[in-house]
């Protein structure tokens, strides 16, 4: 089972299944989604000591799973896990979202929105900073030139076969990509590069925290990337607020929410998701816009300063809790 929290005198972790012989009663119960059973967990120990309960959503799950062929839409499985997240949504005492269109979609489930709060993803500003991109590059034996980069899941929602695409095309013009992370599809796509002789991309597996932020610190250019399904509109990728920490310009082919941040925080730059040349040519652009480059990290590291540091977003979590708490008691 996945980690859950309680929320009391000792404000310590704990494993669901081992919750009520490890820790004192808490005055409330934060379980996190996805997965569904960390959910169920967290509904059974707030019946059992008689708290607020409080839901976490992450993604959209199951809808999530079916945007990207993993499983069908009406099938039993997707049905019965429906039927769960309905029920866990409808028995929160709160829900915890982390974007403004998941309280779209949940209130177009028939959930008061009044019971909704939008507290985001956020950065460590103290480990994630504007570093020097050439002794970062030092640290972790990365060769000159421009590198685009992209860290996190290689799975089927993230449509990196585009980077394969596109890497023969951008060879010439001195472009190495750098991928960063484990999935579903990594060993596919490390495949096909060596099977159609890609020499400019680089595979990583992942690496430690701290070197994650000396990996940001070393790149040129950070990419985010999903597929073009309409749920993804409503999503967030909690990295972009690292390569805003990081103070790196971000190219980012998610539509919505994300991409409305990046423009606004003026700290990337914008192609349309699974269209090649679109990507490729803004790369392009990218790599012959140095000081472009370099304004747009900036803009983006002023504002995650100002809107998604840890602290700021703990405290707006913590005056939750209590209001929460307090309410209940009354």
Request: charged share 25%; with cysteine.
């Amino acid at each position: 089972m996945k980690r859950g929290w309680a929320a009391g005198r000792n404000d310590q972790p704990f494993q669901g299944d081992r919750a009520p012989f490890v820790t004192e009663r808490p005055d409330v119960v934060v379980a996190t989604s996805p997965q569904f059973l960390t959910g169920v967990a967290g509904y059974w120990l707030s019946q059992l000591y008689h708290v607020p309960f409080i839901c976490e959503v992450r993604d959209l799950w199951p809808r999530s799973i079916v945007a990207v062929g993993a499983m069908k839409a009406g099938s039993p499985i997707v049905e019965a896990l429906e039927q769960v997240e309905l029920f866990l949504y409808r028995a929160a005492s709160h829900l915890v979202v982390v974007t403004e269109s998941f309280v779209d979609e949940i209130g177009a489930r028939g959930i008061d929105r009044s019971k909704l709060s939008v507290i985001t993803n956020g950065v460590d500003l103290n480990l994630f900073q504007p570093g020097s991109r050439a002794e970062a590059r030092g640290r972790l034996d990365l060769p000159s030139g421009f590198i685009a980069t992209y860290v996190g899941t290689h799975g089927m929602a993230h449509g990196l076969g585009m980077l394969l695409d596109a890497a023969p095309r951008l060879a010439a013009d001195g472009i190495t990509l750098l991928l960063v992370g484990e999935g579903a599809e990594k060993a596919m796509l490390k495949e096909r590069a060596a099977r159609e002789g890609i020499r400019n991309v680089i595979f990583w597996d992942q690496r430690p925290r701290n070197e994650i932020a000396d990996v940001c610190a070393a790149a040129n250019v950070c990419l985010v990337l999903l597929r073009g399904k309409q749920l993804f509109k409503s999503v967030i990728p909690s990295k972009i607020f690292e390569f805003m920490g990081a103070g790196r310009a971000i190219h980012t082919t998610v539509d919505g929410e994300s991409r409305t941040i990046i423009e606004r925080a003026g700290a990337g730059v914008f192609s349309p998701p699974e269209d090649l040349d679109a990507f490729v040519a803004t790369l392009r652009r990218c790599a012959t816009s140095p000081a472009e480059l370099d304004d747009l990290g900036k803009s983006g590291r002023q504002y995650a300063e100002a809107n998604y540091s840890r602290p700021a977003l703990a405290a707006r979590y913590a005056e939750l809790l209590v209001r929460l708490v307090a309410s209940r008691s009354r």
